[in-house]
């Protein structure tokens, strides 16, 4: 497969360079804000002209000078997908005109001896073209006005800018493969153990609280299984998002634990796990999600056992006990080094799938060994148990009452499926569906036998198990429920 050409979007700040990114990719990639310095980070996202793909990379204001937060962390960043890209596009606004910012970083585009173009944002349609001569003084010869609000001629933009340049016919997906959300509140160490794991600066890191704003991914390969690193924006309590950008960060976050295959839930081994954090274990079990967890800075913790560490979780939050537990140093990389095997290992859980004859045999087991409670004198009944759906695993209990299904026997099935199956890190869901009533069953007696078992099973309808079906009649019976 042939490497993917790279485009970088470069120029000082609050000039539109997220604005257009979002509008070359034809996705709501980048936070988009009248603040400066709003994007830290860089980056990147697919993208297509004229039937041929590359990877546009955005990147935060160039400030080559001045007393701001995160500068030099900022400037690496940038020079980086400098030195990364094919092709360079220097945004300028075309309301500020030239300033002495854009007459540097339009020097240090140029030193390179790439191919630079020159976007003059903020040009909405063709009676504005006039604003674009005044940049000419840059040097850079090729320039195209732009809108990048508007989409007023992007194409144009790019077709120039990958002027004799050769795009490869074949490309390989680089977002194809695990993907793994690195989510926690803010600053637990989520950006610096993604640096550790590329072994690059992929991330500003800073001890300010919310440094990371966008949800990056980052694909990459490790002992030939291909993943995608998704860098999370800190979750924050509803009430502390007091900015805009912070909501905006706090959608990414969400958006990113909805396509993620296993999330990494990292936390503060200093001061354990707080109210806040559980709500975030909960909704990434809520949404079916493979979970590990990882207590971060281990390495600062004096006088405390791994063992009390993991008592206390059980004891706050017993529904975390089936996730894989580690204790890591994001900044030395203690205990990192088996992440991604944990990863793939709780992935393929996810997607495991169990036979029916295996779990009938199962149910029988559990019951020999602690019959359900009698209740107002009746006793549960378990007929079948099927696996319906993979990620996360789904299995249904036909039973006779299924109001007769207890809270602490429910537990006790689950617990007894776990240590018989594992799905370590995976939320198991347990469904019950009860036979028929007796005048339903009257009301379909009419109904041909044939005609019923031919009938699809629908989510609001319970199977009837009170009559002896054949294997042939169970074989008419829809196969998910029996695969």
Excluded at 63 to 85: C, M, N, S, Y
Excluded at 106 to 112: H, M, P, S, V
Excluded at 118 to 123: D, F, I, M, P, R
Aim: hydrophobic share 40%.
């Amino acid at each position: 497969m042939a490497k993917r050409l790279r485009l970088a979007l470069v120029g000082r700040p609050n000039v539109g360079k997220s604005a257009l990114f979002n509008r070359i990719c034809k996705k709501r990639i980048a936070i988009v804000d009248e603040a400066e310095g709003v994007t830290r980070d860089r980056l990147y996202a697919d993208a297509e002209i004229f039937g041929k793909q590359f990877e546009v990379i955005d990147t935060a204001g160039i400030r080559l000078r001045g007393d701001i937060p995160f500068r030099e962390e900022v400037l690496r960043q940038t020079e980086i997908a400098i030195e990364e890209a094919d092709v360079l596009v220097q945004v300028v606004d075309s309301r500020a005109g030239t300033t002495v910012l854009d007459e540097e970083v339009a020097k240090l585009l140029l030193r390179t001896k790439k191919p630079v173009v020159l976007a003059v944002n903020k040009v909405d349609d063709f009676a504005k073209l006039d604003l674009v001569h005044q940049f000419y003084s840059l040097g850079i010869g090729r320039i195209v006005g732009v809108s990048a609000t508007q989409g007023f001629q992007i194409a144009e933009l790019l077709e120039e800018a990958f002027k004799g340049v050769p795009l490869p016919k074949e490309i390989e997906d680089s977002h194809a493969g695990i993907r793994v959300a690195i989510l926690g509140r803010p600053n637990v160490g989520k950006s610096t153990m993604v640096n550790f794991l590329l072994n690059d600066q992929r991330c500003v890191v800073s001890s300010i609280a919310g440094t990371t704003r966008d949800s990056i991914d980052i694909p990459l390969r490790v002992d030939g299984t291909d993943f995608v690193l998704i860098d999370t924006a800190g979750i924050r309590r509803k009430q502390a998002e007091h900015e805009a950008v912070d909501k905006f960060a706090a959608v990414r976050t969400e958006r990113a634990l909805e396509r993620a295959d296993v999330c990494v839930l990292v936390l503060d081994a200093e001061q354990g796990l707080n109210a806040h954090e559980k709500r975030i274990a909960h909704e990434i079990e809520s949404q079916g999600k493979g979970c590990i967890l990882l207590f971060n800075k281990w390495d600062l913790v004096k006088g405390f056992r791994m063992e009390h560490c993991l008592k206390s979780v059980q004891y706050e939050a017993s529904f975390l006990t089936h996730c894989p537990t580690h204790f890591v140093s994001a900044k030395s990389g203690r205990n990192l080094d088996q992440l991604f095997s944990q990863v793939k290992e709780v992935y393929e859980q996810g997607r495991r799938r169990i036979t029916t004859g295996q779990l009938n045999k199962f149910v029988e087991k559990v019951i020999q060994a602690y019959h359900p409670p009698m209740i107002k004198g009746k006793r549960l009944r378990i007929y079948y148990m099927a696996q319906v759906d993979v990620n996360p695993p789904h299995f249904v209990l036909f039973v006779n009452y299924p109001e007769l299904m207890v809270e602490t026997y429910k537990k006790y099935m689950l617990n007894q499926f776990r240590e018989q199956y594992g799905f370590a890190g995976v939320p198991l869901i347990f469904a019950l569906k009860g036979r028929k009533t007796k005048e339903q069953r009257e009301e379909k007696s009419s109904e041909p036998r044939a005609e019923k078992l031919s009938r699809e099973p629908v989510e609001d309808e319970f199977l009837e198990f009170d009559e002896e079906l054949t294997t042939e009649e169970l074989a008419q019976l829809d196969p998910s429920y029996f695969a």
